[in-house]
């Protein structure tokens, strides 16, 4: 296993962004499973999914995860899929947000707990954080751990300890969320400090923070997220042409520093995940 190799992520819609603020962002199945493949040929290992309606509101129908898997991989793309059970921090009720977990993705995020999210509470009580581990398990679905502050790390650490986070542990580090850590240099070095021996961590930025949080993560050996759903410029005041633009700009950074972007292939090794047949 190459250790220099990063895995780079790509969040195409989010639950929040519309098209007002950018009409390049993705929310039919036809587009988010687009821009996953245009992500992929830049670059991109795992692709973070939501949702949306015929409205274009946040969802968590069944169908629209399956339909978005089966146009990707339609396409000959092996990228990782990563399925949100976010359920639009606090827009619809529990039962719905397990339902991505029933698409067949490898992997699904798992919010590590409770916080003030902008103007709303976002719940994920341990109750809840316990039976979304259990699901995740059953379905060979592998966690991506979100962490929004650092509270968030030892309820994560509580799971694993129940056996209910298979390791590798995989950490993707959200900040600048109002209500949240911030997105500082301090911030990530107290949280990478704060993991235990042998995870993997990836940091995402909210707003004009991503690209330089993006590039402390590649120097600092982890791993990056990025694309529409956390931001929708590419630089201030220019609105970025699609996921893949950012991505594209992700992995030139990575090589210009010796890292060069890991193949989906290789985050499934990284990852302990099976390869799958693509």
Not at 7 to 34: C, D, F, M, R, Y
Not at 88 to 112: K, M, Q, T, Y
Not at 154 to 178: E, I
Request: hydrophobic share 45%.
């Amino acid at each position: 296993m190459n250790h220099d190799k990063i895995i780079l992520s790509v969040a195409t819609t989010g639950s929040w962004p519309t098209k007002v603020q950018n009409p390049a962002l993705p929310v039919t199945p036809e587009e988010i499973a687009q821009a996953a493949v245009e992500s992929w040929r830049e670059g991109a290992a795992v692709v973070h999914v939501h949702v949306r309606d015929e409205a274009g509101k946040m969802s968590c129908d069944l169908s629209r995860f399956m339909r978005v898997r089966e146009l990707i991989r339609g396409q000959g793309c092996d990228i990782l899929i990563n399925f949100s059970t976010s359920g639009g921090a606090g827009r619809v009720g529990e039962e719905e947000r397990f339902n991505s977990l029933a698409a067949g993705p490898e992997l699904a995020s798992l919010d590590a707990g409770s916080m003030n999210f902008n103007d709303r509470i976002f719940l994920n009580p341990p109750d809840f954080l316990e039976e979304l581990a259990r699901r995740m398990l059953a379905a060979h679905v592998k966690p991506e751990i979100e962490v929004f502050d650092s509270g968030m790390i030892g309820n994560a650490l509580a799971l694993q300890q129940k056996g209910l986070l298979p390791l590798p542990l995989w950490w993707q580090f959200v900040l600048g969320v109002k209500g949240g850590t911030p997105a500082t240099a301090r911030s990530l070095l107290h949280l990478v400090d704060s993991l235990p021996a042998g995870s993997l961590w990836s940091v995402c930025a909210v707003g004009g923070r991503q690209l330089s949080m993006n590039v402390l993560a590649i120097a600092m050996g982890g791993h990056a997220r990025t694309g529409l759903e956390d931001n929708l410029y590419y630089r201030r005041g220019e609105l970025a042409r699609s996921n893949a633009q950012l991505v594209a700009r992700l992995t030139r950074i990575a090589r210009e520093c010796g890292r060069e972007p890991a193949t989906p292939a290789e985050a499934r090794e990284m990852l302990g995940l099976a390869q799958t047949g693509i």
